[in-house]
């Protein structure tokens, strides 16, 4: 008997991807026939989401069985990711919980491997085979926390990534989603990272695929660099690392101030501002895997060549 999920889904504003995906993705709930439900969460403060969404796929044509149940979720105007994730695992109807980019393609039969691989108490999310997603995995490199190229052959991750994953909802109310990671990404990688400090998987499932629509190119910004900094120090609890670490920092601080690198410097200020708040997030006790043993082997060819 399959067991039913729910799919929590933070739509954007342009809605020409998103319908495509939910195209897509209610053809194959409904081929699965177990009752899910697609949750859309909606943060604009209106009910211009639930009428499209009633618009564009109204029951009971969309759902002709009756086989799985498409329901928006109205919240506060300008809710924060992680707040908006929180409130939509609290209302997800079902025991595993589908974390969905708006313009992810699934693939065919794509819940079925994932569902099956959650089956093993060690494994924390469970990843389709994402095409067109560069992933990248943590390293260390030159005392600094860096992103490399991932290997997409590998059957463990790094990285959790946003685009697409299947946890358990129960897992996910424990652990929650830290408010110091305003952003889907750098929110998703701390989710993971706290599961494999305590010795838990994140598996790519060869089996499950899905694919993204093409993004807009991303510039990094000021917001990307203060989340990679307090990711770094939130989960850093080695103390010769922390030395590399101090010691690059402040080289780079200088260089910045010296080359009037302004980018470099808000971002460090940003970061600084969120201490208090860093404090009381960063774990209390010992974890059972500490930092470095979580960091991308291909980090460590990395930092020879550099």
Same mark, same amino acid.
Do not use: I
């Given at each position: 008997m399959r067991q039913p999920v729910t799919i929590l889904v933070q739509p954007p504003a342009e809605r020409a991807g998103l319908e495509a995906s939910l195209a897509a993705l209610l053809g194959e709930l409904e081929w699965r026939a177990a009752g899910d /439900? $697609? $949750?859309?969460?909606?943060?604009?403060?209106?009910?211009?989401?639930?009428?499209?969404?009633?618009?564009r796929f109204p029951p009971p044509e969309t759902f002709?069985?009756?086989?799985?149940?498409?329901?928006?979720? #109205?919240l506060a105007r300008g809710l924060s990711p992680g707040a908006a994730l929180r409130a939509g695992v609290s209302e997800a109807t079902h025991a595993q919980v589908f974390l969905m980019h708006p313009c992810l393609r699934v693939g065919a039969g794509f819940l079925e491997p994932l569902c099956a691989a959650l089956a093993d108490p060690r494994v924390f999310a469970?990843? #389709?085979?994402?095409?067109g997603v560069a992933a990248c995995e943590p390293a %260390?490199?030159?005392?600094?926390?860096?992103?490399? #190229?991932?290997?997409?052959?590998?059957? /463990?991750?790094?990285?959790?990534?946003? /685009?697409?994953?299947? $946890?358990?909802?129960?897992?996910?109310?424990?652990?929650?989603? @830290?408010? $110091?990671?305003?952003?889907a990404e %750098?929110?998703?990688? @701390?989710?993971? %990272?706290?599961?494999?400090? @305590?010795?838990?998987?994140?598996?790519?499932?060869a089996a499950s695929t899905a694919e993204l629509a093409p993004?807009?190119?991303?510039?990094?910004?000021?917001?990307? /660099?203060?989340?990679?900094?307090?990711?770094? %120090?939130?989960?850093? @609890?080695?103390?010769?690392l922390w030395r590399e670490h101090l010691a690059a920092l402040l080289a780079r601080t200088l260089r910045a101030t010296e080359t009037d690198a302004?980018?470099?410097?808000?971002?460090?200020?940003?970061a600084l501002e969120e201490l208090p708040a860093l404090a009381r997030s960063r774990p209390?006790?010992?974890?059972?895997?500490?930092?470095?043993?979580?960091?991308?082997?291909?980090?460590?060819?990395?930092?020879?060549?550099?």
């Open positions: /439900e $697609l $949750l859309l969460l909606d943060t604009s403060g209106t009910r211009e989401l639930a009428d499209w969404a009633a618009q002709e069985h009756a086989s799985c149940e498409l329901r928006t979720l #109205p469970a990843v #389709p085979c994402l095409a %260390w490199v030159n005392g600094e926390l860096a992103l490399v #190229p991932g290997d997409p052959a590998a059957n /463990e991750l790094g990285f959790l990534p946003c /685009e697409g994953a299947l $946890l358990r909802r129960e897992d996910l109310a424990a652990r929650g989603f @830290d408010a $110091l990671f305003p952003c %750098w929110l998703a990688r @701390d989710l993971g %990272w706290r599961a494999r400090r @305590d010795g838990r998987a994140l598996v790519r499932v993004q807009p190119a991303r510039v990094a910004s000021a917001a990307d /660099e203060r989340a990679r900094l307090l990711f770094t %120090w939130k989960h850093l @609890d080695e103390e010769p302004r980018a470099e410097l808000v971002a460090l200020a940003l209390a006790g010992s974890s059972r895997v500490r930092f470095g043993a979580l960091l991308s082997r291909a980090g460590e060819s990395h930092q020879r060549e550099a």
